[in-house]
């Protein structure tokens, strides 16, 4: 069983649209939960973070986590093109020498 | 945050040849990682490099295959060794500065003919 699961899409919506994309894991030790944003041709930047369970908002953006069910989320709120990337959802343990781990991502589209 | 230059951004390769990929960051840092990220994959962790011993590989990864360098705290090569078209991939080299703060250089897109 992988450690993170995220469904790759691709994902296409229209602009202003609630996108909604999903991760579960397997290991109940992690403790961050982060998502990236990838834009082609460029490394995955780090879009938010949340510690433990709960939610997160930042702008439009809002993050999930359910360690009940081992499940995070992130909620996209109108939706612009220029939030068409790949988003890779992230999440480890505590300690700067642990790695984290990542789901495949999920290519997201959002047409004007 | 780190700020990590990564290069070369992309490079096109013959079969048996072998290619150094150059990471430096703008900050010291202990552990710098490798990752490959492969079309429809995640990203995966090739080798954890730490300055002064030896890098650690993950299972899969094998040090003659994939070289790792690490002479100073900002920065660390990955050599890519004896290529085949499987090699064909993203390289992406990474620092985590914190519990949730992992930074990336901007990838090296290597192809393999």
């Known amino acids: 069983q992988k450690e993170v699961e995220q469904d790759p899409g691709p994902l296409s919506v229209p602009e202003g649209a609630i996108v909604s994309l999903n991760c579960t894991y397997s290991?109940?030790?992690?403790?961050?939960f982060m998502w990236y944003r990838q834009y082609s041709r460029k490394g995955p930047e780090l879009l938010m973070y949340t510690y433990s369970s709960g939610n997160k908002e930042d702008g439009r953006f809002t993050a999930q986590v359910d360690k009940s069910s081992k499940y995070i989320s992130l909620f996209i709120r109108d939706s612009q093109p220029s939030d068409s990337a790949t988003y890779l959802c992230a999440m480890g343990r505590s300690g700067t020498g642990n790695q984290f781990y990542f789901g495949t991502g999920t290519s997201l589209t959002v047409i004007p | 945050s780190a700020v990590i230059s990564q290069k070369p951004s992309r490079d096109i390769c013959q079969r048996g040849t072998s290619l150094t990929i150059q990471c430096q960051v703008d900050?010291?840092?202990?552990?710098m990682f490798w990752y490959r990220q492969q079309p429809g994959q995640s990203l995966t962790l090739i080798a954890t490099?730490?300055?002064?011993?030896?890098?650690?590989?993950e299972s899969g990864f094998v040090i003659d295959k994939f070289p790792i360098s690490r002479p100073n705290l900002t920065f660390s090569t990955l050599t890519v060794s004896n290529m085949s078209p499987e090699d064909s991939s993203i390289y992406l080299c990474s620092v985590r500065v914190s519990d949730y703060g992992y930074t990336f250089g901007s990838g090296t897109r290597l192809t393999v003919v």
């Open positions: 900050s010291q840092v202990t552990m």
């Open positions: 490099a730490n300055q002064g011993s030896e890098a650690t590989y």
């Open positions: 290991n109940s030790a992690f403790q961050y």
